[in-house]
């Protein structure tokens, strides 16, 4: 029995030797053969640089990469080849020791449907069933719902609230709670306000504060006529042309000369952080439920970036004489390159990348300020933002809420432009639309009120490629309406231009207010809010 045992412990034994040795040889196998082509990651959103990765243990496979001509890696969908920004098709991996891989950066084109997404080396027959290939995704981010037929009147105007006077639809005057009649006349269903303007008012303060100890009394009362509360900063163009030395500042060029501008620069790493501060100081006051960020953009210049560009954007390539180039040179050479506009790739990888530098910003925002407050971005709207570095699918899926858009600073052959080029791109489904007009007699080539309300008709109409309304519209703003280039016209004809289009919104939404907007007789009053002081006029932007 004792000899049985210990023939069969012998023969346990060795079959268990067996097998460590063949798992090791198999493990080596697995790891030593196979090529692997994969991404980083195994979802990307619009806004990202989808990150490839090829790995091979092989040596001499590695050797012959490095020393020849690149891997080269394409994107495909349901069997077709994409063609991605810049026109870029098969795309150059270049060795990363950090990585000990191949490594490179796919961005992901201009609103690409969302779904499953494959990868093709080329040559791979000679791999064989050695190459290992896994996909990746591309995804679209859900956001969170407003209202519908959702309202906003907002407010932009560097006048204190202490000493505001408001002429109400009443015809009574008023302190700043004259401001939200307004807001209740338009039966809007929310308020925004501008908080956030850098510099401020006093030597070394970041932000103007004179309204900072009103906006808990602005909450209540907002609270108390069932309005929502908004507060939003004025991101990336400060009001001054004094340098802050805290920041690095955006270079722009005049007559071939190299300046800086009174924008900060998209790279500062300090202004997200400071522009988080701000909103994250009001976002638990009860009755701030949203939160905004305006000239989240390029505001001004941006030349400080190229040799970021270059550095990560594949498909375009500095001239031959770059290295030998001083800074100005270089931002020259560039400025000219732009505004030419024969380049049509490079100007696409441009604009593509600014909209994707301002993707990280929104999503280091979000991630401060956290998911609790509905967040919405302004976004002006030449060539469906892409001109200034923005772009409404990327907003959305960094973490924009609510993208509004600004309707204005147009001609009537201008706005039809604009109106068919986001018509042709984006469907509701793809980003959360709020479209807005400015009360301004000039912006609207002086014909005044009604056309205001035709071009935000139009917008309700057509601002969707799938022929579905946006989910709100805003005003703007109170200040502009009360105190601003009226025209011939007086700000309750403007207000009730804009109320006709609210209507016209809701009704086609079946929002809140909309029977009652319908049912709605026009109220006794006042002319007023044309002899006021000039505040909230903005910058030559028009907002």
């Given amino acids: ?36 082509l994969d991404t980083l990651k195994s979802g990307y959103y619009h806004d990202e640089f989808v990150e490839l990765r090829l790995r091979a243990r092989d040596r001499e496979l590695v050797r012959r990469w490095r020393e020849g001509l690149a891997p080269k890696v394409a994107v495909f969908k349901d069997g077709a080849l994409v063609t991605t920004i810049a026109a870029v098709q098969w795309l150059d991996l270049s060795f990363s020791p950090a990585h000990g891989a191949f490594v490179g950066r796919w961005p992901c084109p201009w609103n690409a449907p969302p779904g499953r997404y494959d990868l093709v080396l080329a040559g791979a027959e000679e791999l064989g069933d050695r190459l290992k290939v896994s996909g990746f995704e591309i995804l679209r981010r859900v956001p969170k719902p407003l209202p519908p037929g959702f309202v ?24 700043w709670r004259g401001l939200l009649d307004w807001a209740e006349y338009l039966e809007a269903d ?49 009001t001054s042309h004094e340098a802050l030395p805290r920041y690095e500042y955006a270079l722009d060029v005049e007559e071939g000369r190299v300046f800086r501008t009174r924008a900060i620069s998209l790279r500062d790493p300090k202004r997200p952080g400071d522009v988080a501060a701000l909103l994250g100081q009001f976002k638990d006051i009860p009755g701030v439920e949203y939160l905004g960020l305006d000239y989240i953009r390029n505001a001004l210049g941006g ?183 009226l025209g011939p016209a007086t700000t309750k004809q403007w207000m009730d231009a804009a109320r006709a289009s609210i209507r016209h919104l809701r009704e086609r939404t079946g929002g809140r207010g909309a029977s009652a907007l319908s049912a709605m007789r026009p109220r006794a009053a006042a002319a007023g809010g044309r002899g006021g002081p000039n505040v909230g006029r903005g910058g030559p932007d028009g907002f």
């Fill in 1 to 36: 029995m004792a000899g049985q045992r210990s023939a069969l412990s012998l023969f346990v034994g060795v079959v268990a030797a067996y097998a460590c040795v063949w798992g090791l040889i198999a493990f080596d196998r697995s790891w030593r053969k196979p090529v692997r």
């Fill in 152 to 175: 906003a009147l907002t407010l932009e105007t560097r006048g204190p609230l202490s000493s505001m006077r408001v002429t109400a639809p009443d015809g009574m005057e008023k302190g």
């Fill in 190 to 238: 929310a308020f925004w306000m501008l908080v956030g303007e850098t510099p401020g008012g006093k030597p070394g303060e970041l932000w103007r504060s004179e309204n900072f100890q009103f906006l808990g009394a602005v909450a209540q009362e907002c609270r108390k006529r069932r309005l929502a509360l908004g507060v939003y900063a004025m991101d990336y163009l400060t």
């Fill in 303 to 485: 030349y400080e970036l190229i040799d970021d560009f270059f550095a990560e954007m594949p498909g375009v390539h500095p001239p031959p004489e770059w290295s030998v180039y001083s800074r100005a040179e270089r931002i020259v050479w560039f400025h000219h390159k732009k505004i030419m506009r024969k380049d049509a790739h490079f100007i696409d990888a441009w604009q593509w990348w600014r909209a994707h530098k301002v993707g990280a910003i929104v999503r280091r925002l979000r991630g401060t300020l956290g998911p609790d407050k509905a967040l919405w971005a302004f976004t002006l709207t030449w060539e469906k933002g892409w001109q200034h570095g923005q772009d409404v699918v990327m907003m959305n899926d960094a973490g924009v809420d609510a993208d509004a858009l600004m309707l204005y600073e147009a001609n009537v052959e201008q706005f039809e432009a604009i109106l068919k080029d986001f018509n042709g791109y984006v469907r509701r489904p793809d980003g959360q639309l709020v479209v807005g007009d400015v009360v301004d007699a000039p912006l609207h080539q002086g014909s005044g009120p009604g056309e205001m309300r035709r071009r935000l008709d139009e917008a309700v109409d057509r601002v969707y490629a799938d022929g579905r309304p946006p989910a709100g519209l805003f005003i703007h703003d109170a200040g502009r309406a009360l105190w601003g280039r």
